[in-house]
């Protein structure tokens, strides 16, 4: 089995410019967060972001990495709507595809089966058809019926945050649902997989059952082990989404000196200096 | 046990959508749907399925505000993926928020304004389309007001009955139930139209029409029922000891 362990900036180094990426997870759950934090890091721009959208969309939208955003909805669960998402929408310049939640799974199915298109019931009658005008109807080749035909998603790179992996990218989540990691990663051409813990693939069954083992290391082409990788989204059971410090981003992000420095104070260094960050954060939190 | 709050009131009505529904899916968008939902579970729609809220289906009302792990009985694992399954079997049935709702029932959660500029961007479509197209959709508005009941919604989530019979091959699933406010019960017509169904006591029918953005009749409307002895005492002393209800609703 080949050894994908790869460190975080070297793993990202597989994104440019230009390029279609898909983000794991949902919402505010299970977020690549570190490896989008490392992206933030880089020169790349003019991105075609693919995602369920939580602070991760916020994030790069924010920092101008995003020429097109695709997705069913941006949210921070706990805290409906991202107010990085919405101030760049309510500002105009981004482009975006917004689908039924239905439709965008759909689009990652047909490109995982190497289709142009799946087709879909949802969306017809409502006005995601008229907001993207490029959208095709097909008909049935077996009666008179006539369904929305949802083009492929390909992806040129998926990041995904799992619980566990092995080295060779064995990935595997150990919280209530997998959501769509697995799809984003038969959908893309290279998947970036960081994991809490890289541990022996002979102990990948250790602890839970083999309905846990998600992710092939087929489709998988770097390793980067980043414990609190996911902060501040959910990574359950290791740990839950961080509220007070979700609050916090959410907040600072509707005042531009406030989000200022919050820029400042977590996202000026490297991912060891924004975890150390995130501690004296709370250590305050708790001394107030 | 008498004196039922408008919340309770609303509680009741949201688990009556349920009356007919035999074994689907019931998924719930906000507090009082989701005390409905388990009400009607423990009262008049025993087979309805619930879930935690998460990934998991419930085989009785999990604790308000907290997922199966928190105590309950699992039958089923749903996670999202199997979510979009289910629906498009028909097997589910969803009562969802709108910010903005027409007189035909479309409905609008994506955003205010233009599609290119949005004054305000909302949640995004969500699976509005996909709902309204596979299965039954109710809608929970906490505060009716001419804000929310408009004469056009700005970006059309979920289908309304006009559009489903422009499509009425595609869309033969599509099926509108009520909307449940603070202030009445509303429904469809045979037109498609919404019309008032009741109106909660109390609550002055001019209201109901002066809060509506279309004209409306509210005028000879009956009085929303109230619910039983046994359903308040399910609601306070079950479902929600801790009054989550009112939040939603105050007293």
């Known amino acids: ?288 | 046990m008498s004196n039922a709050t408008i919340a309770e009131i609303c509680v009741a009505a949201c688990a009556d959508t349920y009356l007919e529904s035999g074994e689907i899916l019931a998924h719930a968008v906000g507090t009082i749907p989701t005390i409905g939902a388990r009400l009607a579970k423990l009262t008049s729609s025993p087979d309805i399925v619930l879930t935690d809220g998460e990934a998991f289906l419930m085989a009785e009302p999990p604790p308000l505000g907290r997922s199966a792990s928190a105590g309950g009985v699992v039958e089923g694992w749903a996670p999202f993926g199997r979510i979009f399954e289910i629906l498009a079997t028909g097997r589910r049935q969803s009562m969802m928020g709108a910010s903005q709702i027409d007189r035909f029932g479309n409905q609008n959660i994506s955003l205010i304004g233009d599609w290119s500029a949005p004054r305000r961007q909302l949640i995004g479509v969500r699976g509005a389309p996909g709902n309204t197209a596979n299965h039954r959709v109710d809608y929970w508005v906490p505060r009716h007001s001419a804000r929310v009941f408009v004469d056009k919604v700005d970006m059309v989530s979920g289908v309304g009955n006009d559009r489903a019979r422009e499509h009425a091959r595609e869309l033969r699933f599509h099926q509108l139930g009520v909307v449940v406010t603070d202030l009445a019960v509303l429904d469809f017509d045979s037109d498609g139209a919404m019309r008032v169904r009741s109106v909660h006591p109390g609550v002055d029918p001019a209201t109901v029409e002066e809060q509506t953005g279309f004209p409306i009749d509210a005028s000879a409307a009956p009085a929303t029922r109230i619910p039983s002895g046994e359903e308040l005492r399910i609601i306070r002393e079950v479902l929600d000891p801790r009054g989550a209800r009112t939040r939603e609703i105050p007293d």
């Open chain 1, 1 to 288: 089995m080949p050894d994908k362990i790869t460190p975080l900036s070297e793993a990202v180094s597989l994104i440019e410019s230009g390029m279609t990426i898909g983000i794991g997870g949902w919402g505010s759950r299970r977020k690549p967060m570190a490896l989008v934090r490392e992206l933030l890091r880089t020169d790349v721009t003019d991105l075609t972001v693919v995602a369920f959208g939580g602070p991760d969309v916020g994030l790069l939208v924010d920092a101008g990495k995003v020429r097109r955003l695709v997705y069913g909805f941006v949210s921070l669960d706990s805290i409906p709507l991202d107010p990085l998402f919405t101030q760049a929408r309510e500002r105009g310049g981004l482009d975006v595809t917004e689908y039924d939640e239905g439709m965008f799974v759909a689009g990652l199915k047909a490109a995982a089966a190497r289709l142009d298109f799946m087709p879909i019931r949802a969306g017809i009658g409502s006005d995601v058809l008229p907001a993207n005008p490029d959208l095709r109807m097909v008909s049935s080749p077996y009666s008179d019926e006539q369904y929305v035909a949802v083009p492929a998603l390909q992806l040129d790179v998926a990041l995904i945050h799992m619980n566990r992996s092995d080295a060779g990218g064995n990935g595997q989540f150990l919280g209530p649902d997998p959501y769509f990691d697995d799809l984003f990663a038969m959908a893309a051409t290279r998947t970036i997989m960081s994991t809490e813990k890289i541990i022996p693939t002979a102990s990948l069954l250790d602890d839970a059952s083999f309905h846990t083992l998600l992710v092939s290391r087929m489709y998988v082409d770097a390793v980067v082990e980043t414990p609190r990788g996911a902060h501040f989204t959910t990574c359950a059971p290791d740990y839950e989404r961080d509220e007070a410090f979700q609050r916090h981003y959410a907040a600072a992000a509707k005042d531009p000196a406030a989000w200022q420095a919050f820029r400042e104070e977590f996202l000026s260094g490297d991912e060891s200096s924004y975890q150390e960050a995130v501690t004296r954060f709370h250590a305050q939190e708790g001394a107030r």
